[in-house]
């Protein structure tokens, strides 16, 4: 027998032992269930629970990814997998958690790398196994508020600007801290951008188990990609399940937030929907209305004159009904390739405007629906859950990174930008080409002219199939002008239309720009950033604006993989650290030091020039007008959260004690 897998400190599970021994008791639906369930996680949980890892080594050669349809593990071999694992459940449910369920780094990255079929760095071991254990971080990182008084606590009030997913993450921090906090939404409930996208087709191109909060997984995804309802609910979920409803005011913008050098405090200016203003005041303002909120609405000539239905996807009409009717669609990015293909069946005619090409490519469970057996399993069955989601963290996560890079030597730089990106951009081709073989006509129309990754990558969503449909139209070169009841293209060709949709994505260069932000100084926000250059440290801090915090600010947005829960979660671990240094050390403010920031950010354009977003056949939305790119993180995953793990206060510089 193999060396069992050493052991650290105690782990907690999401399943309680109750719970489990009556789940597993019933071995005839615990059989059934694994059957349909995914082999490999059941595979690294019998490693770990059982601590034999001979079934890894046999294993090996026959994984080769983190997807669950990336291995050619045989009947005969799932089966002694589900057998072994079956065994081991039973005879834990009749004992107490034994030192198995946990991992030593060295016994975690050796089931993750026989897992995705890779060896995982050390570095990936330390970040993916924190959030495999990630209730025992969430217990250490709130430990501290129990020395701290809560008179001393109550002086630190926190006002948080938006409850989309980054805004509610911070709320239920602090009420795990005991710092009193305010949330003020615009809308009338929380989920942000998840609650105003309600477009036909709306989804996430992340698999949920991924796309989550780590804290808060969930077992019932009803699909490897949700659609928006459902990802929706699980934000009104954790709203409801950490009772944050009673801090949030809703119907509520704020409109302008101004520092108070004296006081050192924030005041906010507030707007109801009534247009009446009122006001708050506190010690910490955090931002957190991310950069894909405000709907990029292009200067159309003629448009007013139309007369029919105009409407952004991020503000769809659901009064408006399009069945039947003549639809024109401008965009074609990652809503238009949502909407395009749900709407075509019921519409007379689908022109789609198309103001520049996207590459795009298949997922073979982008729209298959979770196996029963596996949420069953992710729902009862103790690290599960954790083992399927370190999985799809590292599938879709920092796998891609390598191929933004530019490789200064690479023979091909017009297409691609190293030897990777061309056999990517190959694959991508050859799916292009299989799918649209019977119409070269399309071919012609949909090549992109740079190289993958230069644009936002979209998930096809039967995008090719759509555009030889009898009621579809592809128009190159975007709409030169609207006329009543038709849209006139860029080679002057009218277009007879009932209903115009825009799918022309955010301003997302424009962080903060609908509200008057004013620093330490009378400093204007728009005096460091201008109207479209946003810079912070880290994302997250600006000199001049004590104590302020943003979340999924400039350089955050995640364009090579991963989720922007798991980069909310790093930033929000670093304001918590960032608060609790202000707390414990009495002091009014904090600001990050002039040279840090500039030092920071000289670095993201570094990294940022030598990535694709530099290729000069590039136009995207992650750029501003003079090309410097504010949107995207030029990091891993790893880096990023190597960058915010810990607070290194001199990178900041601290006022006098609080009265």
């Known amino acids: ?14 399943v309680s032992q109750a719970e489990f ?62 057998e072994r694992l079956i ?23 050796r089931a993750l790398s026989t897992g995705v079929g890779a060896p995982v760095g050390d570095d990936y071991v330390q970040m993916l196994l924190e959030e495999f254990n990630a209730e025992k971080v969430d217990a250490r990182s709130v430990a501290w508020r129990r020395t701290i008084p809560e008179a001393a606590r109550a002086r630190y009030h926190v006002l948080i600007i938006g409850a989309g997913l980054s805004g509610l993450c911070m709320g239920i921090k602090l009420r795990e801290a005991g710092i009193p906090f305010t949330i003020f939404e615009k809308n009338a409930t929380v989920g942000g951008t998840w609650y105003e996208n309600n477009y036909p087709g709306c989804a996430v191109d992340i698999p949920n188990h991924f796309y989550s909060y780590a804290f808060e997984p969930n077992a019932q995804w009803s699909r490897h990609f949700a659609r928006r309802d459902e990802l929706w ?8 399940k950490y009772d944050l409803r ?86 074609t990015g990652a809503s238009g390739m949502q909407v395009g293909p749900t709407i075509a069946p019921e519409v007379a005619q689908l022109t789609i405007f198309q103001r520049g090409r996207h590459w795009c490519f298949p997922h073979p469970n982008y729209h298959r629906s979770m196996q029963a057996g596996t949420r069953w399993a992710l729902a009862n ?21 390598p191929l933004l890079q530019v490789d200064p030597t690479w023979t091909q730089p017009e297409v691609s930008l190293n030897a990777e990106s061309h056999a990517f951009r190959e694959k991508l081709l050859a799916h292009l080409h299989a799918e649209l073989a019977d119409r070269p006509d399309l071919i012609e129309k949909t090549v992109p002219t740079f190289p993958p990754y230069g644009k936002r990558m979209l998930r096809d969503n039967g995008w090719f199939q759509l ?91 995640l364009s090579h993989g991963g989720s922007m829960f798991f980069h909310t979660e790093c930033q929000v671990r670093y304001v918590m650290q960032c608060v609790r240094e202000l707390i414990e050390g009495g002091h009014a403010a904090m600001q990050v030091r002039a040279p840090v920031y500039e030092e920071f950010n000289r670095r993201v354009d570094a990294a940022h020039a030598q ?48 009265d």
């Open 1 to 14: 027998m193999s060396q069992p897998m050493s052991r650290d400190a105690p782990r907690q599970s999401l």
């Open 21 to 82: 021994a009556q789940a597993v008791a019933d071995e005839v639906a615990l059989r059934a269930a694994l059957m349909d369930a995914d082999p490999v996680p059941q595979l690294l949980l019998q490693a770990q629970l059982s601590g034999d890892t001979d079934l890894l080594d046999q294993a090996r050669s026959q994984i080769t990814g983190g997807w669950n349809y990336m291995h050619t593990l045989s009947p005969a071999m799932c089966e002694t997998i589900r």
């Open 233 to 240: 609910k699980y934000l009104e979920h954790c709203a409801d």
């Open 611 to 658: 990535m694709v977003w530099a290729h000069p056949g590039v136009k995207n939305w992650y750029k501003n007008p003079a090309g410097r790119v504010t949107a995207v993180s030029p990091w891993r995953l790893v880096d990023y959260w190597k960058m915010t793990a810990a607070l290194d206060p001199s990178h900041y510089r601290f006022a006098a004690s609080v």
């Open 381 to 401: 069955i103790p690290y599960f859950a954790s083992w399927y989601r370190a999985l799809l963290f590292w599938a879709s996560g920092d796998l891609m990174h």
């Open 467 to 557: 555009l030889k449909r009898d009621n579809v139209a592809l128009v190159e070169g975007g709409v030169a002008r609207v006329e009543p009841g038709a849209v006139i293209d860029r080679h002057g060709q009218r277009h007879a239309a009932d209903i115009i949709v825009l799918a022309t994505g955010f301003q997302a260069t424009r962080l903060l720009a609908e509200l008057s932000l004013v620093g330490e100084d009378n400093t204007n926000i728009r005096s460091l950033w201008g109207e479209d250059n946003p810079q912070a440290f880290l994302g997250i801090t600006v000199p001049k604006f004590p104590n302020m915090f943003l979340l999924q600010g400039p350089n955050t947005i």
């Open 246 to 331: 009673r801090h949030i005011r809703f119907q509520t913008e704020v409109v302008a937030a101004r520092y108070d050098d004296a006081q050192a405090e924030w005041q906010l200016t507030l707007r109801d929907t009534q247009g009446i203003q009122t006001h708050a005041a506190g010690r910490i303002l955090v931002p957190a209305v991310g950069q894909l909120n405000r709907p990029a609405i292009p200067n159309i000539e003629g448009i007013q004159t139309f007369g029919g239905p105009v409407f952004h996807t991020a503000r769809w009409d659901t009064s408006v009904d399009l069945r039947g009717q003549r639809v024109a669609m401008v965009g």
């Open 87 to 109: 065994a081991t459940l039973k005879q834990r449910a009749q004992h107490t958690p034994s030192h198995h369920d946990d991992l030593s780094p060295a016994g975690f990255g």
